[in-house]
RNA sequence: GUGGCUGUAGCUCAGUCGGUUAGAGCGCCGGGUUGUGGUCCCGGAGGUCGGGGGUUCGAGUCCCCUCAGUCACCCCA
């Protein structure tokens, strides 16, 4: 039989030891700081109809056309893995009539998302993301909640280095008129157009905003903008926008050229950036508004703005801020045997037992070995005391009991350890 | 898909001009102490030198191929 070690596939990453304590206390403090603005989690598939994707995210996207993950499953039907939330999340909201639960539906989502990628820092395969939708209102004011609610987790956790950069897109009628007039200006400069702005030229003229080409870029500059297209209402949806953030006082950075990679969006769109990354990665997260998708879904004719962001660009960012991981230990006391009696261990098993049920983090060190090499377990769980069970005390009814900091030991009886422990854990904690 | 860089112990890495049995630090296990950790001392386990082929008396070292990882382009989180 083949013995090769496996690995895990390209593109993903397993997270363990002090890491993943991270990771849950990125994502507890995302929802805690949703829990504060109203907005409840909701738990959508990972795999949806293909179908959603390609009419949510649109066709001519680079993630429709050549990062889905898609399969036929067993009944014949086309599903892909998740490449972003927000179309799982207007399909659960349709498919569940949740407007009819009173609108604006405040959701707030999680957990991996796929694109077949090429992998370098800061992207991956499967990836996390950590978002919000507000569906159903049209209302600046709720742009700004939604914006400033992102802006205030990544304040939470430690990032200075975080920029805000918002735009308006207008409606697609209002993009129709510009996107011609913006592909006659760049034909008609005469500037020589590699492949892959041509791509988007003729695919989906409006990424030609953002090109990498300096030539391009420069003609782009000098285009008409496409704020100036938009009517009089959808700039004062804007101004009001700016206006909410000003009074909340998050910082932002107006930007025409910011356009974003996903069919849906329209009106409002922002990104949050880390000035502490590379450009290639510096992107944490964004979103924006995209009132045509819940029709698009199949849903009636209603708004709806959100935003994602991405848990390992987070990471990243902090790391590069110098933002401090906590270790947390992963027991506060630890139960060791002395000897090798019948006795000895199930008293042992008992009072771990015991102390876990009254709360306290508690663990053992399984098999058998030496006082010392017991003791070095329970320093590598971080552990506050060890509770030491023998057959010289256990004649008495006692164990003792060590503070591993300070070396102080007590000897107690047997049934009051739960209480000499969390006495002194409790004492620490301030509890009453 | 394209290009650069890197593959030696669990981790980080050294390995001279091609030369004997491939090393260090950290980590792990054990002992010093049969009831006491963190410090210290001693010992031990752990390697297809990414894989295949070639050159050579001899390859971790040179050449070719290949695989993997990584960074970057594109695009995004």
């Known amino acids: 039989m083949e013995r090769r070690p496996l690995r895990a596939p390209k593109g993903v990453e397993d997270v363990y030891g002090p890491e993943a304590a991270r990771w849950h206390a990125l994502e507890d403090r995302f929802f805690e700081v949703c829990d504060l603005y109203g907005y409840r989690r909701v738990r959508i598939p990972v795999f949806e109809d293909t179908e959603l994707f390609v009419r949510g995210v649109g066709e001519a996207t680079d993630v429709v056309r050549k990062e889905m993950y898609s399969f036929t499953d067993r009944g014949g039907r086309s599903l892909t893995l998740r490449p972003e939330g927000t179309a799982g999340v207007v399909r659960c909201f349709v498919e569940h009539h949740l407007d009819q639960a009173g609108l604006p539906q405040k959701l707030a989502y999680g957990g991996p998302m796929f694109r077949a990628e090429n992998v370098q820092r800061g992207r991956q395969r499967q990836f996390n993301q950590l978002g919000v939708e507000a569906i159903g209102v049209d209302d600046p004011?709720?742009?700004?909640?939604?914006?400033?609610?992102?802006?205030?987790?990544?304040?939470?956790?430690?990032?200075?280095?975080?920029?805000?950069?918002?735009?308006?897109?207008?409606?697609?009628?209002?993009?129709?008129?510009?996107?011609?007039?913006?592909?006659?200006?760049?034909?008609?400069?005469?500037?020589?157009?590699?492949?892959?702005?041509?791509?988007?030229?003729?695919?989906?003229?409006?990424?030609?905003?953002?090109?990498?080409?300096?030539?391009?870029?420069?003609?782009?500059?000098?285009?008409?903008?496409?704020?100036?297209?938009?009517?009089?209402?959808?700039?004062?949806?804007?101004?009001?926008?700016?206006?909410?953030?000003?009074?909340?006082?998050?910082?932002?950075?107006?930007?025409?050229?910011?356009?974003?990679?996903?069919?849906?969006?329209?009106?409002?769109?922002?990104?949050?950036?880390?000035?502490?990354?590379?450009?290639?990665?510096n992107a944490l997260g964004g979103g924006g508004h995209y009132d045509g998708l819940v029709e698009v879904v199949g849903g009636p004719d209603l708004p709806g703005i959100g935003f994602a962001l991405g848990v390992e660009r987070i990471l990243l960012a902090m790391d590069a801020e110098g933002a401090a991981a906590t270790d947390r230990s992963t027991a506060d006391v630890v139960v060791l045997q002395a000897g090798a009696e019948d006795e000895v261990a199930s008293t042992a098993r008992g009072i771990c037992d015991a102390l876990r049920r009254a709360g306290v983090r508690s663990d053992r060190p399984y098999g058998g070995r030496s006082l010392k090499a017991q003791f070095k377990h329970a320093d590598r769980t971080g552990a506050r005391f060890a509770v030491i069970v023998g057959a010289r005390d256990l004649g008495a009814g006692r164990v003792t009991v060590r503070d591993l900091a300070s070396g102080a030991e007590a000897t107690v009886a047997t049934d009051?350890?739960?209480?000499?422990?969390?006495?002194?854990?409790?004492?620490e904690r301030g509890d009453p």
């Open 141 to 281: 004011d709720l742009d700004v909640e939604v914006v400033a609610l992102g802006w205030r987790f990544l304040a939470d956790c430690g990032l200075e280095a975080a920029a805000l950069v918002v735009n308006s897109i207008g409606r697609p009628d209002e993009r129709a008129a510009y996107i011609e007039e913006l592909r006659g200006f760049v034909e008609r400069s005469g500037v020589a157009i590699g492949a892959d702005d041509r791509e988007r030229l003729r695919l989906n003229p409006m990424r030609l905003l953002d090109t990498k080409d300096p030539a391009v870029a420069e003609v782009v500059a000098s285009a008409p903008r496409l704020y100036d297209h938009l009517d009089v209402e959808s700039k004062a949806h804007f101004s009001a926008v700016l206006d909410g953030l000003e009074a909340l006082d998050i910082p932002y950075t107006v930007d025409h050229g910011l356009v974003r990679g996903l069919d849906y969006y329209t009106s409002t769109t922002f990104e949050y950036v880390s000035t502490s990354l590379e450009a290639a990665q």
């Open 416 to 427: 009051d350890v739960v209480a000499h422990v969390t006495a002194a854990t409790g004492a």
